[in-house]
């Protein structure tokens, strides 16, 4: 690993410290955009990092602060080094040596450097990997995907697991329960005269929970909506029994175009399908759409039920409240997906998530990728 590459990590991670969220995902835009920059000049890289790293205005001063004791000695290093000639485009070996382990000397940047080496060492200890293939998007918000960062967090949601438990049905079948089945055990002792040898036992049949999602396609929601549609094809595929519904103003069900084989195929007979794409938003009025029409075909079964919205609802709260309670009581359990949970000075505030919310079980962010691979999880241990 080079020398700046390495310094840039230990500087992420006094950032992180220090209460500004840093990302791989982010030091990697960095060390694209130091490439463009003359790094002799302090005030190019503080400003290319600050650009960069910093989301809000009350983390300027904690910045400024971890940079200077990130380029405190710099002066004496590059003494040390010799005079470089003054080029706008430094060479890779005038690159590292700015930033130098000597510039990280301070006692409050190895202080912190090394409480992140034990961090780190500890995750190891515990069998967490430090690094994957899609390790710079894992936190990285939907909204800001390119086509390639799509493709590849495309194949990590085709990989994860969803297994949202089993349901006991009535129905009874042969198995080790506690129950004897007598009218077996009657049917087989005909082959020894009658006589009964073996109790035959049986136990009741189990089905995997069902899911159903129900993802707003509304305008509010058209920086996330792409994503979601991945997540709802790659969840239909990786489970049998999956009914999936897009809603603006109203619902269309797209259970059949997520089965496409292919994941562009599935999202562009979607987007012919669905007539309000980027409307307005009625989620009151589309979940009493989906009760009238599909609940109690879609519902049977006691479903996991996934809402993705971002709350933002031009119906009435108390028609939405009505309807999100109703759904609560016909399904097993009832999950509210939210892409802003987790950016800056969110709260749940309009009227509909705060008329909705009493009857949601799990309000949970769905925002990166590491939200889905929690969301995963936390699936898989409701059984």
Same mark, same amino acid.
């Given at each position: ?6 310094? +840039? ?45 910093? &989301? ?140 009964? !040898? ?14 159903? +999602? ?10 996330? #909506? ?6 709802? &094809? ?56 989906? &009760? ?42 009832? !999950? ?13 505030? #309009? ?26 999880? &936390? +699936?898989?241990?409701?059984?």
């Amino acid at each position: 690993m080079s020398r700046l590459l390495e310094n +840039l990590l230990i500087f992420g991670r006094v950032l992180r410290r220090a209460g500004i969220d840093v990302h791989p995902g982010r030091l990697l835009d960095v060390i694209e955009a130091l490439e463009q920059v003359n790094l002799g000049a302090r005030d190019d890289v503080y400003y290319t990092c600050r650009t960069l790293l910093v &989301h809000r205005r009350e983390q300027i001063p904690i910045f400024d602060r971890a940079f200077a004791a990130f380029w405190r000695a710099q002066s004496a290093a590059a003494v040390r080094d010799g005079s470089r000639p003054d080029r706008s485009r430094p060479s890779a070996v005038e690159i590292e040596d700015v930033l130098a382990p000597e510039v990280l000397a301070s006692d409050e940047l190895a202080s912190m450097a090394d409480a992140g080496d034990e961090e780190r060492r500890a995750q190891t200890r515990d069998g967490l990997k430090i690094w994957s293939d899609a390790g710079g998007l894992a936190n990285k918000d939907f909204a800001a995907f390119t086509g390639d960062e799509l493709a590849a967090a495309r194949a990590a949601l085709s990989r994860l697991v969803w297994n949202p438990g089993e349901r006991r049905t009535r129905r009874w079948v042969r198995g080790r329960g506690s129950r004897i089945d007598l009218r077996r055990a009657i049917g087989e002792s005909l082959r020894t005269g009658g006589d009964i !040898v073996k109790l035959a036992r049986r136990t009741r049949r189990v089905h995997p929970r069902p899911l159903v +999602l129900l993802c707003d396609v509304s305008g509010s929601m058209e920086r996330y #909506t792409r994503m979601l549609l991945h997540f709802a &094809h790659a969840i239909t595929w990786r489970h049998r029994r999956v009914e999936a519904f897009l809603f603006s103003t109203q619902l269309t069900r797209v259970s059949r175009q997520l089965r496409l084989p292919r994941a562009d195929d599935a999202v562009a007979a979607v987007s012919r399908l669905v007539p309000d794409w980027s409307g307005g938003t009625r989620i009151g009025g589309a979940v009493k759409q989906f &009760h009238q029409r599909w609940g109690r075909r879609v519902l049977n079964g006691g479903p996991v039920v996934l809402l993705i919205s971002d709350g933002w609802d031009r119906g009435d709260p108390g028609e939405l409240a009505e309807q999100v309670a109703r759904l609560q009581r016909s399904c097993h359990r009832l !999950v509210w997906l939210n892409p802003l949970i987790g950016t800056a000075d969110y709260a749940p505030l #309009t009227r509909g998530l705060q008329a909705a919310l009493p009857f949601v079980d799990d309000f949970l962010p769905a925002r990166t990728l590491t939200n889905l691979v929690d969301l995963a999880a &936390h +699936l898989n241990a409701l059984r």
